[in-house]
């Protein structure tokens, strides 16, 4: 078997409206039609090809961290995207370099899912 890419990232939420605010308005992603489930949720794209899925209907513990379950967008600007954040009032943590050189900060969403915006060494 030939995996081609990383196709969607699934989160089970609790309020689907908070959610969808935190990404869409708070954070900018696009969401984008979503097929007509038997169950509430929302789709959002992430970069060109890949989506996130929003479930809603969450009542259990969210079992999320910096180092532990978390999903990581890259950006193109870290100064861009650091500013972005501040800009919108986004808590993050402080700026960070991998041993690799790769910069990282980290978002908490409503629900307590990590995420990760780093920027690939140039």
Request: no cysteine.
């Given at each position: 078997m030939k995996t081609k890419d990383l196709n969607h990232i699934?989160?089970?939420?609790?309020?689907?409206?908070?959610?969808?605010?935190?990404?869409?308005?708070?954070l900018g992603?696009?969401?984008?039609a979503r097929p007509d489930f038997d169950f509430p949720g929302a789709?959002?794209?992430l970069g060109k090809l890949q989506e996130l899925h929003l479930i809603a209907g969450r009542s259990a513990e969210v079992n999320s961290s910096?180092?532990?379950?978390?999903?990581?967008?890259?950006?193109?600007?870290?100064?861009?995207?650091?500013?972005?954040?501040?800009?919108?009032?986004?808590?993050?943590?402080?700026?960070?370099?991998?041993?690799d050189g790769a910069l990282q900060i980290y978002v908490e969403d409503p629900d307590g899912y990590w995420i990760e915006f780093c920027q690939n060494p140039v």
């Open positions: 699934a989160l089970h939420v609790k309020n689907l409206n908070l959610s969808m605010e935190f990404y869409g308005e708070h992603i696009e969401e984008i789709w959002f794209r910096t180092r532990g379950n978390h999903f990581a967008l890259g950006v193109e600007d870290m100064d861009e995207a650091e500013a972005y954040l501040a800009g919108r009032q986004i808590e993050h943590t402080p700026r960070q370099t991998r041993p």
